[in-house]
C-alpha cells in the first residue's frame, strides 16, 4: 500500500487548538488539528457547504483526497459514523491522513489499541500527528521508550503538540532536554509550553546559584498573595560562572526572558500565564499593567488572580471593588480571599459577617482561618474560644497561633503550658515567640538564656529584642556590641533605644568649655539628634534631655518648651527645671506651680527651692513644711541643706 505524503492533509496539517487538554482523548483529538479556521460570517458557512457538496460527490466517485476531506469534516463535526467509511475508503487508497484520522475515530469509539494501528501505519508514513498520538498511546500505557521514540518523530518534524508531549516526558525524568523541547513548542505558538519554559527559566534565573539583588520569589506574594506555584519538575542548569556581576546579569536575562515568555502565553489566553505576569508587574511596581493581567486571568476564573486584584484594588483605596473580587475568589474556594473579606468586616465592626468568612477559609483549608477567628475572639474577650482556635491552628503548624497560644497561658499563669509553644512557635521561625521567650527566661532571672533568645529575634530585625541585647551589652561593659544593637532598635522605631544610644553617644562628648561671646552656635551633636529622635516619640528623660542641651546653647525657648512637655507628661525633672528657667526669667509665681507639681512627684529639690521661696516671702511655717518634705525625700545634700534651713527658720519663728 502506497500512502500519499502531500494529498488531503487538510485534518493533518490545519490549525492546532493550542491548549493542553485534560485527558488523553482530548490531546489525541487536538493532535490531528481542524479542517478549516471556522467563523462564524454566512458567507463562509455558505462557502463550508459548497466545499462538503464538492467533496462529498467526488468521494462517491471514489477520490480518495475528497473522501479524506470529507471524512475529516464529519469527524470534527462529530458524527463518526458518517466519516468512518470515507476514512477507511480514503485509507484503503493510502492517504496517510485518514489513516491518521481513523486512528483518532476509533479513539474516540472506544478502540484504543486498533486505532493505535492506523496511527501507526500513519507515523510510518511520516504523519507527525499520528507519530504524536502513538506517543501518547504508549505513555498511557506506561510504555515510556516506545512513546519517547513516537513524540521523538513527532518533535522533529516540528509538531508542536508532540514537542510539548515530548518535554512533559523528559520532565518527567528530570531530564534537561525537557527545556529544548518546551521552547520548540513554544515557539511554535504552544501557550502551555510557554508558560512552563517560562517558569523554567524563572526558576534557573532566581535559583541560588544566580539569585542577586534583583532577584525576586516566585512563590506567593506577601502583600498580595498572588503569586503562582513554579514547581515544573524541570531540572536547572549547573551553577553559573563567572563572578557576581557575571551571574547578576545572567539572572536578569534569564528573568527578562521568562517575563516574555510568560507574556506570549498570557496574550494567547492562558489565566495563569497572566496571573504570574501581573505578579512579576506588581512586583516591579507597575501596578497599572499588573492590574489589567489580574483582571483578564480573574474574568477566565483564575481564583488567585482575582484575590490579588483584590489586594491590588485595596491598596488603592477602593476597598468596595476589591470586596467584589475578593468576594468571587473566595466563592471559587480561595482561602486567602475569604480571610481578607473577614479582615476587611472585622475592621467594619461586622464581626459575624467576619467570622462567617473567617470559618470559610478554614474549610478551604486556609489555617489562617483558625488563627484569625482567635483574634476575633480574644479582641471580644471570649477567651476560652480564642483558645480553642489558636489550638487548632498552631496544631496544624501555624506558628503565629502557636505564640498567640502561649501568650494566652502565659496571661491565665500557666507559664508550664505556655513556654512548648513558646519554642515551637520561635523554632518554626516565629521572631515574636523568640522576644516572649527571652522575656519568660528574664522573669526566671535566667539571663543567659533570656539573651540567648534575644539575640535570635534580633537577628530578625526584632526591635525591642535589638533593645534588650543592647541593655546586656551596656551591663557587661561591651559599649561596642551595645551601640551596634542599639542603632538597629532604634533605626526600627524604639524610643527607648534611641534614648540610650543617645546616651552612650553623649557619654563620649568633651566637657563644654566657657562660653565665648560672639562665639557662632554649635551645630547639634549626633547624641542631641537620637535625643530629639526619642524626646520626638514621648519619652520623658529624653524631653528633658533635650531642653538641657537647648539650655545650654543658650535656647531658652527651645529649652522651656521640651520641660514643659516633659512636665505635662508627668515628668518631676521636666517640671523643675522649667521651674528653674521660669525664676531665671522673672515668673517666680508660675515656677512655684511647676516646682509644687515636681515636689509631689518625689522631688527632694524642688522642695528645698519651695522652702527657700517661702523663707523670702516670710512664710516662715510653709518653709518649715516643705523642709521637711525635702529631708524627707533627698538625695544627701538635698536632705542636710534643708534641715539646716528648718533649723534657722525654727529658730526665726521662736525668737
Not at 190 to 198: I, S
Not at 210 to 238: N, Q
Not at 585 to 613: C, D, N, P, S, V
Not at 616 to 645: F, I, K, N, Q, S
Amino acid at each position: 500500500m502506497v500512502f500519499m505524503g502531500d494529498r488531503a492533509t487538510l485534518l493533518e496539517t490545519g490549525r492546532f487548538v493550542q491548549r493542553h487538554a485534560g485527558n488523553a482523548a482530548d490531546e489525541i483529538i487536538e493532535a490531528a488539528g481542524a479542517v478549516d479556521a471556522a467563523v462564524d460570517t454566512t458567507a463562509d458557512q455558505e462557502n463550508e457547504a459548497e466545499t462538503e457538496a464538492r467533496h462529498r460527490l467526488a468521494a462517491e466517485k471514489g477520490e480518495a483526497a475528497s473522501m479524506s476531506v470529507l471524512g475529516a469534516l464529519l469527524l470534527r463535526r462529530g458524527d463518526l459514523d458518517g466519516a468512518e467509511p470515507y476514512l477507511r475508503g480514503a485509507t484503503g487508497q493510502g492517504d496517510r491522513a485518514a489513516a491518521n484520522n481513523l486512528g483518532v475515530l476509533l479513539h474516540q469509539r472506544g478502540y484504543p489499541d486498533e486505532a493505535a494501528g492506523w496511527w501507526r501505519v500513519a507515523a510510518v508514513a511520516g504523519s507527525a500527528p499520528a507519530a504524536h498520538a502513538l506517543g501518547r498511546h504508549h505513555r498511557e500505557r506506561g510504555d515510556e521508550p516506545a512513546a519517547e521514540y513516537w513524540l521523538r518523530q513527532a518533535a522533529e518534524q516540528g509538531h508542536a503538540l508532540g514537542a510539548y508531549a515530548l518535554a512533559d516526558l523528559l520532565e518527567h525524568r528530570s531530564d534537561v532536554g525537557a527545556e529544548r523541547w518546551l521552547r520548540a513548542a513554544a515557539e511554535q505558538g504552544h501557550r502551555e509550553a510557554a508558560y512552563r519554559l517560562a517558569l523554567a527559566l524563572e526558576r534557573r534565573a532566581t535559583g541560588p546559584a544566580a539569585r542577586g539583588p534583583h532577584a525576586y520569589d516566585t512563590g506567593t506574594s506577601t502583600g498580595a498573595g498572588t503569586g503562582a506555584s513554579t514547581g515544573t519538575g524541570l531540572r536547572a542548569a549547573g551553577p553559573a560562572a563567572g563572578g557576581p556581576e557575571h551571574r547578576k546579569a545572567a539572572a536578569e536575562d534569564g528573568l527578562g526572558e521568562a517575563e516574555q515568555w510568560f507574556r506570549q502565553a498570557a496574550a494567547r489566553g492562558h489565566r495563569r500565564a497572566a496571573l504570574h505576569l501581573g505578579a512579576i508587574l506588581e512586583k516591579r511596581g507597575d501596578l497599572k499593567e499588573a492590574g489589567r493581567w489580574y483582571l483578564t486571568s480573574a474574568k477566565d476564573g483564575e481564583a488567585k488572580a482575582a484575590r490579588a486584584l483584590g489586594f491590588l484594588l485595596r491598596d488603592a483605596g477602593d476597598e468596595e471593588s476589591a470586596a467584589v473580587w475578593w468576594l468571587r475568589a473566595a466563592q471559587d474556594g480561595d482561602g486567602n480571599a475569604a480571610n481578607a473579606l473577614g479582615a476587611l468586616h472585622a475592621a467594619r465592626g461586622e464581626q459575624q459577617t467576619a467570622e462567617r468568612w473567617y470559618r470559610a477559609a478554614m474549610d478551604a483549608g486556609d489555617v489562617n482561618g483558625a488563627y484569625n477567628l482567635g483574634l476575633l475572639c480574644a479582641a471580644q474577650e471570649r477567651t476560652q474560644q480564642a483558645e480553642q482556635w489558636y489550638r487548632r491552628a498552631a496544631y496544624a503548624g501555624h506558628r503565629e497561633a502557636a505564640n498567640a497560644l502561649a501568650v494566652l497561658l502565659l496571661q491565665a499563669g500557666d507559664a508550664g503550658g505556655a513556654e512548648p509553644w513558646f519554642s515551637k512557635a520561635a523554632e518554626a521561625g516565629s521572631v515574636d515567640a523568640a522576644f516572649n521567650l527571652g522575656i519568660l527566661h528574664a522573669g526566671r532571672d535566667d539571663d543567659r538564656t533570656a539573651l540567648t533568645w534575644y539575640e535570635r529575634a534580633a537577628a530578625a530585625g526584632h526591635t525591642e529584642a535589638a533593645l534588650q541585647v543592647g541593655i546586656a551589652h551596656l551591663r557587661d561593659g561591651d559599649e561596642q556590641a551595645a551601640e551596634r544593637h542599639l542603632r538597629c532598635a532604634a533605626g526600627g522605631g524604639s524610643a527607648e533605644a534611641a534614648y540610650r544610644l543617645a546616651t552612650v553617644l553623649d557619654a563620649r562628648r568633651p566637657a563644654p568649655g566657657p562660653p565665648v561671646l560672639g562665639a557662632p552656635r554649635e551645630e547639634k551633636s549626633e547624641c542631641e539628634e537620637w535625643y530629639e529622635r526619642a524626646a520626638q516619640q514621648g519619652h520623658r528623660r529624653a524631653q528633658v534631655r533635650v531642653g538641657m542641651l537647648a539650655a545650654a546653647r543658650g535656647d531658652v525657648e527651645e529649652a522651656a518648651r521640651w520641660y514643659r512637655e516633659a512636665a505635662e507628661a508627668g515628668s518631676r525633672n521636666g517640671a523643675f527645671n522649667l521651674g528653674l528657667l521660669l525664676a531665671r526669667e522673672g515668673a517666680e509665681r508660675e515656677a512655684a506651680l511647676w516646682w509644687t507639681r515636681a515636689a509631689h512627684a518625689g522631688h527632694g529639690r524642688a522642695a528645698l527651692r519651695l522652702a527657700l521661696l517661702a523663707a523670702r516671702r516670710g512664710e516662715l511655717t510653709e518653709g518649715r513644711r516643705w523642709c521637711d518634705r525635702a529631708v524627707e525625700l533627698g538625695p544627701a545634700e538635698v536632705a542636710e541643706r534643708a534641715a539646716r534651713l528648718s533649723e534657722a527658720l525654727h529658730q526665726e519663728l521662736t525668737a
